[in-house]
Nanobody
Framework: QVQLAESGGGLVQAGDSLRLSCAAS????????MAWFRQAPGKEREFVAA????????TSADSVKGRFTISRDNAKLTIFLQMNSLTPEDTAVYYC???????????????WGQGTQVTVSS
């Protein structure tokens, strides 16, 4: 059974940093492309960043480019999202997702975590 478990969310002030983690189990982690998505209240889920199975390729949404960095440690079956210069617009539930297709589309990822709340106060 595949499980993805996010951690590291919390309440911070604008300008602060947070590092999210997502621990995976039940899959051959090094075969899977992984991604972060987020969903703010009243909005659709949106792509944040993705990383290829080997970690050699990354991409991110324009809204977070230069502020957020996705990375992974295949030995620890974990991906990370380093978030710097946070703004209130970054407030959302952040989800990690895993799949076998390199994509910014949520439909490409069959496996999802439960999410972790990030709240940024002004």
């Amino acid at each position: 059974q595949v499980q993805l478990a996010e951690s590291g969310g919390g309440l911070v002030q604008a300008g602060d940093s947070l590092r999210l983690s997502c621990a995976a189990s039940g899959l051959i982690f090094s075969n899977y492309d992984m991604a972060w998505f987020r969903q703010a209240p009243g909005k659709e889920r949106e792509f944040v960043a993705a990383i290829s199975a080997s970690g050699g390729l990354t991409t991110s949404a324009d809204s977070v480019k230069g502020r957020f960095t996705i990375s992974r440690d295949n030995a620890k079956l974990t991906i990370f999202l380093q978030m710097n210069s946070l703004t209130p617009e970054d407030t959302a539930v952040y989800y990690c997702a895993g799949g076998l297709s390199w994509s910014s589309s949520a439909r490409s990822y069959p496996y999802w975590g439960q999410g972790t709340q990030v709240t940024v106060s002004s």
